[in-house]
């Protein structure tokens, strides 16, 4: 017997303010324990994409029109942010975004208090944080906003992972790190899925390092799914390069 996917696009429509058609008839699937990347140049869609699935569209005056979202088998079409969180569903937004006058461990704290865990559990899960990203550790009582771009990825993409995510959506990790730093939070994805099984989708303009770890892939253009396949028959597509060049 097939295992249904974790997530599921039916023909997804956002518009914004009313009248701005930003994504529209976006299908696509997430297996169970997979990393699928959403690729496409700057503004092509990714974004809106993630945050339709996660609600927060509405936080930006977005609403989805048309279409149908599946986590897990339930329409979760009109489901709110915060109860996607409860169920598992986590966003890490593009940027970062963390609380600059916390602590790093203080940030990694906030994400788990949705689910009120006990002294114990948060200890755990802490640690279970700690020996996927060590420099973290290292730098747990230093106030977020002092570290560097890529610890401030790590500690976002911590943070989400305290809430005990079956699902995870990362929008654009790799914007203004280092190589070498990309490769290391790709790499410690890659770990997460195969050691935790928590799926990921990620937006990513990087797509020669994304297409280096995922499973499957859907190149966006204009607001549309242009392309799609797994990694390796997207890498070298035609269609790939157009989306980019605007051809």
């Known amino acids: 017997m097939s295992i249904s996917p974790i997530l599921q696009l039916d023909n997804i429509e956002v518009i914004y303010e009313k009248v701005i058609l930003a994504v529209?008839?976006?299908?696509?699937?997430?297996s169970q324990h997979s990393i699928v990347a959403l690729l496409g140049a700057n503004g092509a869609g990714k974004s809106t994409t993630l945050k339709a699935i996660s609600g927060l569209a509405n936080a930006q005056r977005g609403e989805i029109v048309a279409g149908r979202i599946a986590y897990q088998g339930r329409d979760v079409t009109d489901t709110s942010p915060g109860d996607l969180v409860k169920q598992g569903l986590v966003q890490v937004l593009e940027g970062r975004h963390c609380f600059a006058h916390l602590t790093v461990e203080?940030?990694?704290?906030?994400?788990?208090?949705?689910?009120?865990p006990s002294r114990e559990q948060l200890s755990q899960q802490l640690e279970l944080i700690y020996h996927y990203f060590p420099r973290l550790k290292l730098l747990r009582k230093?106030?977020?906003g002092y570290t560097s771009g890529g610890e401030q990825q790590m500690v976002a993409i911590g943070r989400a992972l305290m809430s005990r995510p079956k699902l995870v959506?990362?929008?654009e990790p790799s914007m203004g790190l280092a190589?070498?730093?990309v490769e290391e939070i790709f790499a410690i994805v890659n770990q997460l899925r195969q050691d935790n099984g928590v799926s990921f989708l990620v937006?990513?303009?990087?797509?020669?390092?994304?297409?280096?770890?995922?499973?499957?892939?859907y190149v966006l253009e204009n607001g549309q799914i242009n392309n799609q396949g797994d990694a390796q028959t997207i890498n070298q597509s035609a269609e790939l390069l157009a989306s980019y060049l605007g051809g």
């Not at 529209?24 to 997430?30: E, N, P």
């Not at 937006?203 to 892939?217: C, H, K, M, S």
């Open 179 to 181: 190589p070498q730093i």
């Open 142 to 144: 230093s106030l977020a």
């Open 106 to 116: 203080e940030n990694l704290l906030t994400g788990s208090f949705i689910h009120k």
């Open 24 to 30: 529209r008839h976006i299908s696509l699937t997430v």
């Open 169 to 171: 959506l990362l929008d």
């Open 203 to 217: 937006a990513e303009q990087n797509a020669t390092v994304a297409l280096r770890y995922a499973d499957y892939a």
